[in-house]
């Protein structure tokens, strides 16, 4: 744990990590919390790097919904999770999300549900249809992507 760190030192860190990598204003308080720097301080720090753009939520906002959903095959609603969690506004997210169309997600779902059938046991056609469904619905698909998906493989 780093105590007693001066505004400089805490600003020349966090340029350093942002430098490298996305992150947004969430990461940042999270760090500095863990750091125990003063709310004050945090205040200050992270509005210097939102003016000199070392932080922009929306950029943030467009690499992590890229990502998840082309590497970690997330659907949207949890992908939105995600964003609320990390306090990302929806008048951010909402537009970038509303940009990627039905097919992309679809050609997301349909390569994970045949992967998935291979491995899901049932008595009948109904329970297999059932647990793939579910399935889809907790990596984030809505249940009508969901059914629509499981019924193009089933």
Not at 19 to 33: F, L, P, Q, S, V
Not at 44 to 62: C, G, K, T
Not at 80 to 103: G, M, T
Not at 105 to 128: F, Q
Request: hydrophobic fraction near 35%; proline fraction near 2%; charged fraction near 35%.
């Amino acid at each position: 744990m780093v105590r007693n760190m001066t505004k400089e030192q805490v600003l020349s860190k966090l340029t350093a990590v942002c430098a490298r990598g996305e992150h947004c204003i969430e990461d940042m308080r999270k760090k500095m919390g863990r750091w125990q720097i003063d709310e004050e301080t945090q205040k200050s720090v992270i509005e210097f790097l939102v003016n000199e753009r070392y932080i922009d939520e929306e950029r943030y906002a467009r690499f992590f919904i890229n990502d998840k959903i082309k590497y970690n095959r997330w659907g949207r609603k949890k992908v939105e999770q995600a964003l609320y969690v990390k306090r990302i506004p929806k008048e951010i997210s909402s537009p970038i999300l509303d940009e990627l169309e039905d097919e992309t997600y679809e050609d997301i779902l349909l390569p994970l549900l045949k992967t998935k059938i291979k491995s899901v046991k049932g008595n009948s056609d109904y329970e297999i249809r059932m647990k793939l469904i579910r399935f889809a619905m907790q990596r984030g698909f809505s249940y009508d992507q969901s059914v629509h998906c499981v019924d193009k493989i089933m």
